[in-house]
Each structure stands twice: as C-alpha cells, then as structure tokens.
C-alpha cells in the first residue's frame, strides 16, 4: 500500500482518530481525505443526508470541520468533492516520482461470461441433452411425427400402419407397406387363452392385479419359445440366403449343428390342419411386394422339413418375419445397411409385442366383465413325483 484515501460523511466523530493517528505517526503514509456534506453549512436548520441519516449534531460534527481538522493533522485535503480525483492523481504521481510507488503493468478485467439463456438464443452455445430423439415433437403448435403434424396423419388417413412407418422407421411407407404392418397387428393380435402369455395375463388379472401388471406378465413370456421366434427367425433365414445355402442344405446343417430352425414346426398346425394366418400374409406378400425371395427360400424348406414331420410348417412368426425382411429389402425405402440394422434392433419382435398386447388387454376385460375369482391350478392336472419316504432316509 503505498496511498491511503478516506471518505468520511457529515456527523460523528471518527474521523478526528484518524487526525490524531496521523499526528502521533500511526499513519506514516499520504492519506487523501474528504468528508461529504459540507452543504449542510447553508442551511439554518439540521439536515440529514444519505440513507442512514447522517446529521451534525455539533459543530466539531460538519463535513467542514472534520475537512479542516484532517488537512490541518496533514491529510491531503481538497477544496470540493469535484477535486477529490484530482488531488488522488496528484499524490499518486508524487509518489511515482520520488519512487514510493512504482507502477506495474495493469492487468486486463476478466472478461464478462455472456449470459447463458442470451448465448442459447444466439446459437452460440448448446446445452448437453440428457437423451436426443428423432421420431416425435411435442413443443410446437401441435405434435409431429417424424415431422409430419398430427393434423395431416389424419388427413391424410395414414392409419395405425402409418403412425407405426413414421415412429419406428421414421418415413411414410407405401399404402401396400402400412397395409401389411396393420395385418401383422391383426393377425398377432391373440391366438387363445391356453398359450402361456395370455394364461399369465389371465391369472395375474384373477388375482386382483391392475390392466398394466396383468399386462407385463403376459409380455414377459415372449421369448424364442413364445412369439420372440421372429427376430431369430430373420437371422436363421438371412444368414443362409445371403451365404447361398440351398434349402436342403440349411436343412442338414441345422441337423448336424443340433438346432432348431427358427419359424419353422407348429404345435396345433400341419399340412393336414393349415395356418390361415400364414396363408393370408404369404399371398398377400405375393401380391403386393416388389420381390419376395425369403418367403420363396422358407416355403423350399417347408417342403423338406414337412416330409420329416407334418406339423413342421413354416408358421407365422417365419411368415411374418421373412415377409417383413423382403418388404425392408425389395422395397425401395431402405438402405442395405438400414435393413439390416431394423432387423438387428428387435423390430421384427416388436410387431408381436404391440400386436399381442391386443390380445392380453382383451382378456384382461374379460376377466373382470366376467368377474372371475383367483385362480387355483387342479391338483388332478399336476404330476407330483416327490421322493418316497425311505429314500430320503
């Protein structure tokens, strides 16, 4: 510290410590000083100033007392408040000259952070997303998908088939596509109460549990034993189209490897006791895609595995999976890559998970229009085969 300067007020009486400080060499360095308030000598009457009030409440107690009695001690005083910077400029070269104080270079202010929401606005800066989305906005003036306004889904009649092109395959598909998606819901939609998911869903629905738990235990079934054989299906069929297998020896090589093919054997239907709903989806694939050369290749392994076992059909998982394949790649609307990469995510499984939740919501209500009670399991349906007694002896 090389200055000191002190800026006292109207009123009280500090500012004398300050003189005998300076008086008895307490304070060895220049001090600037000035005490505001010297216009209350105009006045008759006392006057206060500022917001706390400050006032003389005697004569040793005026900004021009206190001015004198510093100037006097040895302060630097000016002769108005206007000359206060003046006379600071004017001690601080003194000091410079006579080697007191020697200047350094300034250093420039930091710079201001411009104001986050201003820079947002500008385009300068972009806050990290907590997750990104590509299908679906709600924040205009009404919601769109895949930039298409909800307005014009329903004007246009796009339909369940082509909400479903727009939000998982982010483009609208040719009618003949939705169509075929729309079919695929329908036809997956139920296929009884005696397959395990439904039975799920009707007991948990018996047990007093709400639609959406009811639901989920129906749901949680699927898998390559229960209408998840889609997207294995695909793959199964794929890899030996695409390596150029015949169909007799995809067959073999499944047999030797000891695996099953996927969409391929039907518990309940044969050659004898047909599918209608692949009947329906293959001849419609037929007739409205482009180019369906999985189905041809599944129907020549049909052929080979049904002279084994005439319940080894080609069932509607396959159907609807290879159906699906050939509509991705003959279409004209995806890539390669984008095909392959649609069958790799689950969406093939996805349309028997939204399909099938049809039929689980279906037999929920019907529980509970029915009012049935919790269900037991007949003892005369089970197969106890506990240990005898002495053999646990």
């Known amino acids: 510290v090389g200055m000191l300067v002190l800026l006292g007020e109207v009123g009280g009486t500090e500012e004398y410590q300050v003189c005998e400080a300076i008086k008895s060499g307490v304070f060895t360095k220049p001090i600037v ?68 104080i020697v200047p350094k270079a300034e250093l420039p202010p930091p710079p201001v952070p411009m104001d986050y929401n201003w820079a947002r606005e500008l385009g300068l800066i972009r806050k990290p997303a907590s997750f990104m989305t590509s299908i679906c906005d709600e924040r205009g003036q009404e919601l769109l998908y895949a930039g298409i306004p909800i307005t ?38 139920d296929h009884g109460p005696a397959v395990s998911g439904a039975h799920n869903t009707i007991v948990c629905a018996r047990a007093g549990k709400d639609l959406v738990s009811s639901l989920v235990s129906g749901l949680l ?53 047909p599918d209608m709903r692949v009947v329906v989806i293959s001849e419609y694939a037929k007739e409205h895609f482009p180019s369906t050369p999985l189905l041809d290749y599944a129907r020549e392994v049909e052929q080979i595995t049904t002279k084994k076992k005439p319940n080894l059909i080609f069932n509607v998982d396959g159907c609807i999976a290879l159906c699906f394949v ?36 279906g037999h929920f209500l019907d529980q509970k229009r029915l009012n049935q009670g919790l269900y037991r399991h007949p003892w005369d349906d089970i197969s106890y085969v506990l240990p005898e007694l002495n053999q646990c002896q």
């Not at 246009?156 to 982010?170: A, E, P």
């Not at 297998?245 to 006791?273: P, Q």
């Not at 279409?331 to 028997?352: C, P, R, V, Y």
Request: proline share 2%.
């Open 33 to 100: 000083a000035w005490c505001i308030g010297i216009c209350a000598d105009m006045f008759a009457t006392d006057v206060q100033f500022g917001h706390a009030g400050a006032s003389a409440g005697a004569s040793e107690e005026t900004a021009s007392a206190k001015n004198k009695a510093l100037a006097e001690a040895g302060a630097e005083v000016p002769t108005s408040f206007d000359e206060l910077g003046d006379k600071i400029g004017e001690v601080y070269r003194k000091l410079v000259m006579d080697g007191t």
């Open 152 to 189: 014009e889904v329903f004007k246009q009649d796009m339909g369940i088939g082509g909400v479903l092109s727009l939000l998982w395959f982010q483009r609208r598909l040719p009618p003949y596509a939705c169509k075929f998606l729309e079919m695929c819901l329908m036809i997956t939609a």
């Open 221 to 273: 079934n699927i898998g390559d034993r229960f209408g998840g054989a889609l997207d294995g299906a695909a793959a199964q069929f794929t890899d030996a189209f695409d390596s150029g297998l015949s169909a007799n020896d995809f067959v073999n090589k499944a047999k030797k490897e000891g695996i099953l093919i996927m969409g391929i054997g039907h518990r309940v239907k044969s050659l004898n006791n």
């Open 326 to 361: 050939d509509l991705l790649r003959h279409s004209g609307f995806f890539t390669k890559d984008e095909a392959e990469n649609i069958i790799k995510t689950g969406s093939l499984n996805g349309l028997f998970v939204l399909g099938r939740s049809i039929g689980f919501i």
